[in-house]
């Protein structure tokens, strides 16, 4: 059991790697965490998390009023988001909030992270909402976070901002940001190669019963079946130079629906032969 200046220390910590790995420039993003029912650590403003020292590590009761008045840093103005996590979801102990680059791309573009595609994100990350762009600091960015929770929720997007990660510990908070950034960067260089391999509804209900056993819980179990994992892919898929078929579209047996409007092998070559026999005539005449 770590004791009060343990986890100041940690928080540190967190934060040097935080500032390390890019995911806060300048000082920008904040963490915090609830150490008793009305008391919570945060990070101060105006401090890169990259040098963050025990002392500076500010105080705050549920209603965001700084307690450690002696402290000459001032709390993060964004500590009310924090807060009203806290209260919608009391097993949260640690919230991480940051502007990771390739994750926030996602949030410039108004697209949603898209599911059903990487185990990992799948098992540690889950369905990860985004919430609608709100100005940072202001009581309606949290409600607008909050609103898009449930119990299996630990990371949600800011539109045009950033991240926010939140579990029972801050190492496993942060943990949710690392794996976040890392899985979005692969998105992007999987667009640059031009096509994605979706699961299968078969293989995300394999997948989620292997979660589950892990003692994690996902709702989508429940609805996988029929198809609501991917439901939100469609604007990462619109990206893509060739379109791929929505998740939902994938078939039991791995197969993908047939989309009626698609031309076939041998009239794509019938065309191909045309407009080369074209090209020739004109060459030659
Ligand atoms: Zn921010």
């Given at each position: 059991?770590?004791?009060?200046?343990?986890?100041?220390?940690?928080m540190?910590?967190?934060?040097?790697?935080?500032?390390?790995?890019?995911?806060?420039?300048?000082?920008?993003?904040?963490?915090?965490?609830?150490v008793?029912?009305?008391?919570?650590?945060?990070?101060?403003?105006?401090?890169?998390?990259?040098?963050?020292?025990?002392?500076?590590?500010?105080?705050?009761?549920?209603?965001g009023?700084?307690?450690?008045?002696?402290?000459?840093?001032?709390?993060?103005?964004?500590?009310?988001?924090?807060?009203?996590?806290?209260?919608?979801?009391?097993?949260?102990?640690?919230?991480?909030?940051?502007?990771?680059?390739?994750?926030?791309?996602?949030?410039?573009?108004?697209?949603?992270?898209?599911?059903?595609?990487?185990?990992?994100?799948?098992?540690?990350l889950?369905?990860?909402?985004?919430?609608?762009?709100?100005?940072?600091?202001?009581?309606?960015?949290?409600?607008?976070?909050?609103?898009?929770?449930?119990?299996?929720?630990?990371?949600?997007?800011?539109?045009?901002?950033?991240?926010v990660?939140?579990?029972a510990?801050?190492?496993?908070?942060?943990?949710?940001?690392?794996?976040?950034?890392?899985?979005?960067?692969?998105?992007?260089?999987?667009?640059?190669?031009?096509?994605?391999?979706?699961?299968?509804?078969?293989?995300?209900?394999?997948l989620?019963?292997?979660?589950e056993?892990?003692?994690?819980?996902?709702?989508?179990l429940?609805?996988?079946?029929?198809?609501?994992?991917g439901?939100?892919?469609?604007?990462?898929?619109?990206?893509?130079?060739?379109?791929?078929?929505?998740?939902?579209?994938?078939?039991?047996?791995?197969?993908?629906?047939?989309?009626?409007?698609?031309?076939?092998?041998?009239?794509?070559?019938?065309?191909?032969?045309?407009?080369?026999?074209?090209?020739?005539?004109?060459?030659?005449?």
């Amino acid at each position: 059991m770590q004791n009060l200046f343990q986890i100041k220390q940690e928080m540190c910590d967190i934060g040097r790697r935080i500032w390390l790995r890019g995911y806060c420039a300048g000082n920008e993003g904040n963490h915090s965490v609830r150490v008793a029912e009305d008391r919570v650590f945060c990070t101060p403003t105006g401090v890169s998390k990259g040098f963050l020292t025990p002392d500076q590590i500010t105080v705050v009761d549920m209603d965001g009023h700084q307690i450690d008045t002696h402290n000459k840093m001032k709390r993060t103005s964004e500590v009310l988001l924090h807060l009203q996590i806290y209260k919608a979801r009391p097993d949260i102990r640690a919230v991480v909030h940051s502007h990771p680059p390739h994750a926030t791309a996602f949030a410039m573009a108004n697209i949603p992270i898209p599911e059903g595609v990487h185990p990992e994100a799948e098992v540690f990350l889950g369905k990860v909402p985004l919430a609608k762009y709100t100005t940072p600091s202001y009581k309606e960015l949290g409600e607008s976070v909050v609103a898009l929770i449930n119990k299996d929720t630990n990371t949600v997007m800011l539109g045009n901002h950033g991240s926010v990660c939140f579990d029972a510990t801050l190492l496993a908070a942060y943990y949710k940001l690392e794996i976040l950034d890392a899985y979005c960067r692969i998105l992007l260089l999987t667009r640059q190669l031009g096509r994605i391999n979706q699961l299968t509804r078969q293989e995300m209900i394999d997948l989620l019963k292997v979660k589950e056993q892990f003692g994690l819980s996902d709702r989508r179990l429940s609805c996988a079946a029929q198809g609501c994992i991917g439901a939100d892919n469609e604007p990462f898929l619109a990206t893509f130079d060739i379109r791929p078929q929505t998740a939902c579209a994938c078939q039991e047996d791995g197969g993908v629906e047939k989309d009626p409007a698609a031309i076939s092998e041998e009239k794509f070559e019938a065309m191909v032969r045309q407009l080369t026999d074209q090209i020739m005539a004109g060459a030659r005449g």
